[in-house]
């Protein structure tokens, strides 16, 4: 059953972080996991996108070797497989960059529910963290580094209340592993999530 902590919460667990060098600490295996297989994400796209800028787990409040392990490369790497497709998407891509770096959270928590509103599966999950992504790098690229754990926080806060359920029905992250039909689910995030940065432009 998804965690119905506050917000506040959230933020306190992004914040324990120590000063011994440590990372996130979280007492459920799926949490802890999905915000280390969003790092992994993140530092991944960036070496694509931006090769020339170096960005580490500890750079985005993690541990030092938390992406060696082998089960959360595996599972990035799934996830980068659906983010090539969604990333063929024009729309998607000029969409996407319409929203601003410094969003507000209602912004972002609107456009994650409206990603799901209807649904789950691995590519609308991309979907939500790539727009993570582009948020934490526009703050990286614009020295708001404060901004970095808030947009993490606000993605934790969207798999508790959201994916946490059909997280636990696939196994946990390892899912997408097993999940060969990715490339229809990437199609169709593609089309949810351009449905949402539309609506999203046209009331704003």
């Known amino acids: 059953m998804a965690d119905d902590r506050g917000d506040s919460e959230l933020e306190d ?3 324990m972080q120590g000063a011994e060098g440590g990372g996130d600490v ?32 500890v750079d985005l409040g993690g541990r030092p070797h938390e992406q060696d392990d082998p089960e959360v490369k595996e599972v990035v790497d799934q996830l980068l497989k659906i983010a090539d497709e969604l990333n063929r998407n024009v729309e998607f891509q000029r969409l996407i960059n319409q929203v601003q770096g410094n969003c507000a959270k209602e912004v972002f928590m609107m456009v994650a529910r409206s990603i799901f509103i209807d649904g789950i599966n691995w590519g609308r999950v991309v979907g939500l963290f790539h727009l993570a992504y582009r948020l934490i ?11 970095v754990r808030m947009v993490i926080s606000w993605v934790l806060q969207v798999i508790r209340e959201l994916l946490y ?5 696939q196994g946990g992250w390892v899912g997408v592993i097993q999940s060969f039909p990715w490339r229809n689910a990437a199609i169709v995030a ?9 609506y999203y432009r046209m009331k704003h």
Do not use: C, K, M
């Open 13 to 15: 667990e992004l914040e």
């Open 26 to 57: 979280f007492d459920d295996p799926i949490l802890e996991q999905g915000v280390v297989v969003l790092r992994g994400y993140v530092i991944e796209r960036i070496s694509t996108e931006d090769p020339g800028r170096h960005v580490d787990s």
């Open 137 to 147: 790098y526009r703050a990286l690229t614009t020295n708001h580094l404060e901004n």
């Open 165 to 169: 359920p059909w997280l636990v029905q």
């Open 190 to 198: 593609s089309i949810v999530v351009v449905a949402t940065f539309v």
